[in-house]
C-alpha cells in the first residue's frame, strides 16, 4: 500500500494509517447518509425542508445530535444484565468496522488482501446479529426481546439470498478475493467490446435485486423494520438504550448500510476501478498510482449512489408483515438466488 | 407480480414530492423566522370580557380540567332607575385558566351565557416557567384586543335582541 507512495512508513505509521482509514471509511459515509438521505432527502420527499438551524442548511445538524447524545445520562435498567447490555452496541459497531477491512478502494489501497475476502465479508456480516440479539435479551423489555428476536429471525432468513446472490458473482468472477472481482470486471468485454468493462449487474442483474433487497433487510430499513417497528415495538432492541450507546446502535445502522453499499459496488458495479481499457492497463500493476486517490472517490460515489437507491426505497414503502417478511425471503428469494446460482453455473461451463 | 407497478408509482410518488420541494418549495413554514396566520376562528386562547361575567361559575363548573379558577365576592351597584333599591351584583376577585391545564376544548366558551369568553387566534404564549402559564384576569383581559369581530350574520338570520 505504502510503497507506491514512494515514502518508507515503519509499520506502526501503516497501521496507524490503516485505523484512521478505517474510521474515515466508516464514519465518513455514515454521516453523508445521515445528513444528505435521513435529514435531507426525506423532508424532502415529506416536503419540508428539515433541520435548517444549525449550520447552513443544517449541515452542521450532526454534531448538534451527537452532542445532544453525549451529554444524555447511560442508562442502563434494573433489572437488565448490564454487562452484556453494555456490550452489545460494541459488538454492532465491530462488525460494521470488520466488514469495511476487507473492502479495496484502489489498486493498492485497501487494509487487507485476502483470497476469500467474500466469504469473510458475508460471515463478519451477519456478526451484528448477535449484538442485536444480544441487545435485546439483556434489556429486561418485552419489547426489546421481541424486537431482538424478529431481528434474530429476520437478519438469519435474509442472510441466505444475501450469501446465495454472491455465489453467481463469484462464480463469474472465478475468484473470492474482491480485488480480483473489480480486476475481473474491469478487464472484461462484452463480445469484444471493452469501453465500460463488464460490471456484472449486466449478466448478475437478478442477483443484483436480490443482494439490494437482502441489504434492505439486513439494515432493517423500512419496508423490513419489523424489528423495530416504532408503532408496536417501541423502538425494538434499542428500546432502553440511551446516550452514547444509542448513539453507537445508530451509527452502526447507517455505517453497515454504507459498508453494505461498498460490497455491493465492488460485487456488480465494478468497486474502485475505470475500465482498464481507457488507459492501456491490463493487470493491476499497470495501473497508475493515481488511482489509490481516484479509487476512494469513485467508490464513494457509487456508494452514494446505491444508498441513495436504498434509502429511496425506504422513505417510500409500508412497513412488510411478520410473515409476508418471512415468506418472501424463503419462498421468492432464496428459490430465485438458487435458480440464479444454476443458469450462472451452466452458462459459465457452456461459454 | 402484478404490484409491481405500484411499487414503483410508490416511488414516483416520493421523487415527485423531492422534484416540487427542491423546485416550489416546501408546504411548511420555518415557524421562527416566517408565521403562519391561523384561521380568523381558530382555537388559540381564550380571552375574558370582565365587564360580562357574573362570576356564575358555568365554565368553572364545565371544564374537564378544572383549569379555571373564580373567586368572587356580592357588592352593591347604585340602582338602574332613580329611587331604586340598590342592586346587588358579583364582583370578580379572581379569575385564571391555566394553560398548562387547558385542553382548549372551549367548552366554557360555549357554556357562557353572557359572552364573556371569547377564542382568539393568538397562539405564541408559551413560557420557560409553566406558573407563568396560569393568566390572571389582567392577562386574559388583554387578550380580548386579539379576539377578531364576530362574523357577519346570515341573511335572514334572526337578531339578537
Known sequence: MIAQLAVEIPYWGQSLLRVVGGLVAVLLPAGTIVYLFLFKMMSFMQSRLGPMEAG??????????????LQKEDIVPENADARIYKIAPIIVLVSTFLLVVVIPFGPDAWFTNFSAGVFYALAIGSVSVIGILVAGWSSANKYSLLG???????????????VLAVVGVVIQAGSMNLQDIVMAQNTGEIFGWSGIGFPFVLTQFVGFLIFMIAVQAELTQAPFDMPIAESELVSGYMTEYSGFRFLMFFIGEFATAGVFALIASVLFLGGWGIPFSWFGWETIDQVDNWMNIAGPVIMFTKMMVLTGIIMWVRFSYPRFREDQLQRFAWKVLIPLSLANIAVTAIVKVVV | MPKLPGLIKGLGVTMGTLVRTVKDGANTVQYPHAKESPPVRARGVIALREDNCTACMLCARSCPDWCIYIEAHKQLAPPRRAGGKPRQVNHLDRFDIDYALCMYCGICVEVCPFDALFWSPEYEYSEPRIADLLHDKTKLGEWMETVPEAPALEVGAEKKK
Open chain 1, 148 to 162: 431482538g428476536l424478529r431481528a434474530a429471525g429476520q437478519l438469519i432468513a435474509y442472510e441466505l439470498p444475501m
Open chain 1, 56 to 69: 447552513p442548511f443544517g449541515s452542521m445538524q450532526l454534531f448538534a445530535e451527537v452532542g445532544k447524545w
